[in-house]
């Protein structure tokens, strides 16, 4: 269903999965905070734990401290999909930030911040003009790759889907419950369903710097990634045949 919205954002949520990421937990934490703060609104951050064994919630314990705008909440189950979506579910403010514990930017928090009231989403892709992908060749390749078969199976207009994005808390309120997606395509499966409601997102361009090596195998990855978007393939079809028969 399409939806008409509201322009004023006046507080926002991040939302940050978080699995073994203790070497670089604590130095981007800080960071981010300081970010939103420079925002000059209520904000709230949430670290959405998914079953790390080093000593990431601990630290995390640590930065909360006594802040009250920052918690954890704990899944204990290694699936980014689900620990994104228990993150967003807990999440109050006017629109969620989705940011990674090593991928985030004050520029796209600034752009979430003035999202046009036309706008659903706003989505950072590395594939954009104007993008700075200094990933490796390989991740290049990878993410090339799901966007054909995201193309070809959807039909989508989205040129990116994994990485930074901001959905506004009325969608996601409306919608969250639909999503089947876990693993790697809960926010894939999230910008689809804007655009299956005939809502609208913007895309801007991204800059992104690997700063450590990617903590996920992408050749173990592949399978599972075909098997869930099939998967949603399927869920899509489904959910059409209903509509018709209204």
Do not use: W
């Not at 752009?111 to 993008?131: I, T, W, Y």
């Amino acid at each position: 269903m399409f939806m008409k919205m509201n322009n004023m954002i006046n507080n926002f949520s991040v939302v940050i999965p978080v699995f073994n990421e203790e070497e670089v937990v604590l130095e981007s934490a800080n960071k981010i905070y300081k970010i939103c703060l420079e925002m000059n609104k209520p904000f709230e951050i949430i670290f959405s734990e998914n079953g790390s064994t080093d000593n990431t919630v601990k630290l995390i314990e640590t930065f909360i401290g006594d802040k009250d705008n920052c918690f954890m909440i704990n899944s204990n189950i290694a699936n980014y999909g689900l620990a994104l979506k228990n993150g967003f579910e807990s999440v109050k403010n006017d629109i969620v930030i989705s940011f990674d514990i090593d991928y985030f930017s004050k520029k796209f928090l600034e752009q979430a911040l003035q999202l046009d009231e036309n706008f659903v989403a706003l989505v950072a892709s590395k594939r954009l003009s104007g993008s700075e992908d200094e990933r490796t060749l390989i991740r290049k390749m990878a993410t090339s790759i799901f966007v054909f078969i995201l193309k070809l199976l959807f039909r989508t207009s989205l040129s990116d889907t994994h990485g930074m994005k901001a959905v506004r808390k009325s969608f996601v309120n409306n919608h969250i419950n639909l999503v089947i997606s876990t693993q790697d395509l809960f926010d894939t499966e999230l910008l689809l369903r804007i655009e299956k409601t005939g809502n609208e997102f913007k895309e801007v361009p991204a800059k992104i710097n690997e700063i450590r090596p990617s903590v996920s195998v992408i050749y173990k990855r592949i399978p599972r990634t075909l098997k869930s978007l099939f998967k949603l393939k399927i869920a899509f079809y489904k959910e059409s045949l209903k509509t018709k028969n209204l």
